[in-house]
């Protein structure tokens, strides 16, 4: 590759930065999640978890698009009997 100027390549270098650190922030979630779904599974019912699993969707939605997620409260979820 060739950058015509030194802002040209740094924009790129930007770019490139910013795809790679949303894929970290994404797999950092992701393990976090799945720990936490990996509780749930085990009979974990307590309103803590199921709050820290309605942030991290709720963040996973943003990094797909939707900056709206964050503002949203996360969906009721049905206890089991």
Known sequence: MSWA???AFQSEMDEFDAV???KEE???LDRKLNALYK???EGDTSELTRQRVGRIEALQAVLCGDPAAL???PPARRHRA
């Open 5 to 7: 100027t030194r802002e």
């Open 26 to 28: 994404w797999n950092y």
């Open 39 to 41: 509780l749930q599974f």
């Open 20 to 22: 790679r650190l949303r």
């Open 71 to 73: 503002a949203q409260e």
